[in-house]
């Protein structure tokens, strides 16, 4: 059974760090491209951040300079790393996994408010 379980969601200031993490099970990991999405109340969910099995990153515009998508292959767990929040970065923050299909985490929220 294929399980994407994330942690690491908070209330925050402006301005602070934060890192989520992803554990990953059921699947070969190494082989999955991982994403981070988010979804803020009343608009569609959206990418914030891809890994390739290779290391290749993307960023959304949006976050480009403020956080890092990494990926450890030993623990089966992708990170997001989220520096400088700002309140337009409030959502539910979900993990992905594209492994022959496309698998979904429950959702960690994030609140950045003062």
């Known amino acids: 059974q294929i399980q994407l379980m994330e942690s690491g969601g908070a209330l925050v200031q402006p301005g602070v760090s934060l890192r989520l993490s992803c554990a990953a099970s059921g699947f070969t990991f190494s082989t999955s491209a991982m994403s981070w999405y988010r979804q803020a109340p009343g608009k569609e969910r959206e990418l914030v951040a891809r890994v390739s099995m290779e290391g290749n990153t993307n960023y959304a515009d949006s976050v480009k300079g403020r956080f890092t998508i990494s990926r450890d292959n030993a623990k089966n767990t992708v990170y997001l790393q989220m520096n400088s929040l700002k309140r337009e970065d409030t959502a539910v923050y979900y993990c992905?996994?594209?492994?022959?299909?496309?698998?979904w985490g429950q959702g960690t929220q994030v609140t950045v408010s003062s």
């Open positions: 992905h996994a594209l492994w022959w299909d496309s698998y």
